[in-house]
Every structure is written in C-alpha cells, then in structure tokens.
DNA sequence: TTAATTTCAGAACGATGCGTGAAAAAAATT
DNA sequence: AATTTTTTTCACGCATCGTTCTGAAATTAA
C-alpha cells in the first residue's frame, strides 16, 4: 500500500492552532507552519486543502477547547448566578498570555475566511446563551427579578468577556481583573427580590 | 531650488489611517498606500521614512482625534457621572463600523513596532484617567460614596469601553449597545449617599 | 538659458509569500 | 523481486512584499 503518516493530525493541529492565536492568520506564515507542526508541504496541503483550510480547522480545534470550558463552567447544574460567578472568577491570564484567538480573529476579519469568521461569530451566540441560560434559571428560582431582561444582561455580561480578553494584551493584573468582575458583576446581582 | 510637493501630508495620513484602521498594519500594502493617499514611494519614504514610521504617524492622528472626543465629553465641566452617561450613549456603530484601531494594533503586537504599541496603550491609560478624575469629581460632590474604589471602577470602564469595541465587529445594533451601556452603568451608578 | 535642488513617476531589486511538481522513500500486496 | 500507492523531501515557479534607484519634471536663482 502506501507510506505511514509521519505526522499526527491532532498534534499538528494544536501547534498550528498555537501560532495562529499568537500571530494571527496574516502572521502565520507557511514555512513558520511547516516549520512547528513538522508537516511537509505536500501533507499540508493533501490533508488540510491549504493555510485556509488549516487555519479553519486550527481555529475550529480551539473553540472546541474553549467551549468545552464554558460548558464546564456554564453547564453546571444547578444553573444559576454561581455559574457566572464561577466562569469569570476563573478567568486567569498566565504569563505568556497573548489576546485571545476568537478576538484575533475578529480583527482579521478582511482576510480570513467568511467560514472562520462565521464560526467565530456563532461561536460568541453559543457563549452569550449559555450566559443567558444561567440568567434565565436564576429568574426561576428567584434570584433576579421576574422582570430581568436577560437577553440584554447576557449580551453585557459578553461584553465583559470580551473587555477583559482585551484587558489581558500587554501587563494583566490578575487582582485588577479580579476587582473590576467584582464590580462587573457586584453591580448586575444586586437586585434581589 | 527644488520642485514643490505635490501631495498634503495631513491628508496623506488621513487615507493612511483610513486604510490601517481598516486592515491593520499587516493588511496595509505598500502598493495599497500609494494608490489611496497618491503619494509616491519616494514621498513616503522621505517624508515617513517607510511603511513603519507612516503607521505610527497614522495611528498618532488617529489617537489625537480619539483623545478629542474623549476630551470632548470626559474634559467638560463639571466633572461627574453625567460625562461618564454622555460619553457611553455617544457612543454608535456606524453603517461601515469596521472596529476600533486601537484593539487591531493591540492584536497585531507581534509586528508593529514596540513605539506603536506603547502609544496605544499610554492611550488608555489616558482614557482610564479620565474615566477616573469624573469618578473622583462625583464621590467629591456626593454622588458616589466616599469610599469608592475609583481606580478600579476606571478599569472597569475601560473594560466595558473595548468590549463594546469588539461587540461592534459584524453587526452590532445600537439599541442593544443602550441596553448593554444601561446595565453597565445602571448598576455601577445606584450606590448613592 | 543654465545650474542646482527637490519631487514625481515608475521601474528594478532582493527577499519572502503561497502553491505546485517531481523524484525518492516507505509500506503493503502479489 | 516487482508493482502499486501514498507520503516525504526538496526544489521550483510565480506573485507579492517593502525598499531602493534612476531619469524626468518642476521650481528657483543666477
């Protein structure tokens, strides 16, 4: 028959998706590609159609990741305001901390692909139900008022998301995260019954 | 003595700035700059000294215009919660909102120059300031209690101001920018004496 | 009119980008 | 061992990138 891969394709496509969320698409060049994932030219192209093709799947292998951690965090039942607690008191930036793929992306949006673009954007939907859905329960359950627009509370609670990923490019202070969530969400929980 | 220049530098940067904010320094070719500012390549190095200093010329217009409005709406007197209100519900999305320059240079840290990336962020540290100095003017008139963590509360801002600068990418609706800005500052701004 | 200086116009340059192709190597089957 | 198929290796081609260069044009002064 033919020859072994001598690659892995999840190993590939972790170290790709790796450059991509530090360099972006533009940045991300083939022989710096070819380079970290050990992937030959040929391979590249045969398996993931081209840079397009990898970058799609590359950024596809980290929303899996990151949805899983909402899910995690999120999807926890009971569902309520502990969840969201949760979700943005475990938000941490490590020391090589560099922006955020999805955000990256977004910038990038004049030349990557109306697929990758789509995908993101769906992807930021997912995040924002799954806010909404831990709002909604606690409205059931009475912990925010019967008259709680949730819909609206979930979009502000993604633009803290999305503020805070922005908030890590250059020096984060994992305290001053910590206090500007405490305001974040002090503020929008304090309407009890 | 010599012949005259044929081109305006203000306006040059102005198409220059147009066209980074557009696509970011990456995505801005050589070839791109000369055909929308109609300068020649001669002109720009001479006059830039390249594609880097042309940038940076770019994005310090860009920031004098954006530290106007901040000026404009934070700098009026007196000094309050009311500055902070005007400011955010000033805020819209136009038509052709393409994203804000600020968090593409951000995203592009790998490849602007170091000069580029430390005047964006002293420039929201400026803003950060003035979000800061109308907090300070309200816990001093009553507005907001005397022990306010008004450092913090600025970042937060902050991080509500670029959030919705990345909630403004594809799409954005104006009403629930209201929505979100109401809920963000809603709630920051209930605590009175 | 000539000379000197600066800018314009556009080409050339070297480096680098992405994508393709051919020969060699590896693996299984006959 | 020969054949077939697939992958690896590495070179190549073309386009594009930012920078430099050269001749022409414009402007002023002598």
Known sequence: MGRKKAYDRNE???????LFWRVGYEGAHLSALV??????????????GG?????????LCYLNGARDSYQK???????GLDNIRSYFHALTYSPDYHGCFIINTLSEKH?????????????????KDLFKANLDAAVEVGQLKKK????????????????????????P?????????????????????
Chains 1, 2 share one sequence.
């Open 148 to 171: 709680s627009d949730t819909k609206a509370m979930a979009e502000y609670l993604l633009t803290v998301d999305q503020g805070l990923s922005i908030y890590g490019i250059g020096d």
């Open 73 to 79: 965090l999120l999807g926890k039942q009971p569902l």
């Open 12 to 18: 590939v496509l972790e170290r790709a998706m790796d």
């Open 111 to 127: 030349v990557v692909t109306d697929t990758a673009f789509t995908l993101v954007k769906k992807f930021t939907e997912e995040a």
């Open 35 to 48: 380079e970290i994932t050990g992937l030959n030219r040929f391979s590249l192209y045969k398996e993931f």
């Open 173 to 193: 202070d994992n305290q001053v995260k910590e206090q500007i969530v405490s305001i974040a969400l002090g503020q929008l929980f304090t309407e009890k019954l």
């Open 51 to 59: 840079k397009e093709g990898l970058f799609e799947e590359a950024l």
